[in-house]
């Protein structure tokens, strides 16, 4: 649909926003979380994020245990767990701050040379190796 009906506005059907967005994992997971919190709501509509998000959990279950590579895995004790939490946490937070992950910032952002897109892009490089060093600098001082 190139625009609205009522407000004449430019719109796109399957987003969220209603408007172009880049492919992300960051926003359709939260508006995932949305949907299946309030699904019986008639506005909620199933958008290409939600669905990729579902897409990419179901096809990789099914690539895993069709490969017959699929295990179940746990944490080691408390202290793996919260080195867990944290990561996840600092994951979220950074992929909220940066409006996008390594797929959304990375791929749709360096692609139309979005300024900010490299600026993320260089951070993301710089946190990766960051979190690295202090991986070894733990290992090195447990040993």
């Known amino acids: 649909m190139a625009e609205h009906p009522e407000t004449l506005e430019q719109t796109f059907l399957a987003t969220n926003s209603g408007r172009a967005e ?9 508006y995932t979380l949305d949907w299946l919190m309030f699904f019986s709501d008639k506005s909620k509509l199933l958008t290409l994020g939600i669905v990729s998000v579902f897409g990419v959990v179901t096809g990789s279950a099914m690539v895993s245990l069709w490969s017959r590579s699929f295990r179940w895995e746990g944490f080691r004790d408390a202290k793996d767990t919260a080195n867990h939490l944290i990561g996840a946490t600092l994951m979220g937070v950074g992929g909220v701050v940066a409006m996008g992950c390594t797929v959304g910032q990375g791929l ?5 040379l979005s300024a900010m897109s490299f600026i993320v892009i260089a951070s993301i490089v710089t946190g990766a190796t960051a979190g690295l060093r202090f991986q070894i600098w733990r290992l090195e001082r447990a040993n």
């Open 22 to 30: 880049a492919f992300s994992f960051v926003a359709p997971f939260a």
């Open 108 to 112: 749709s952002g360096i692609s139309t």
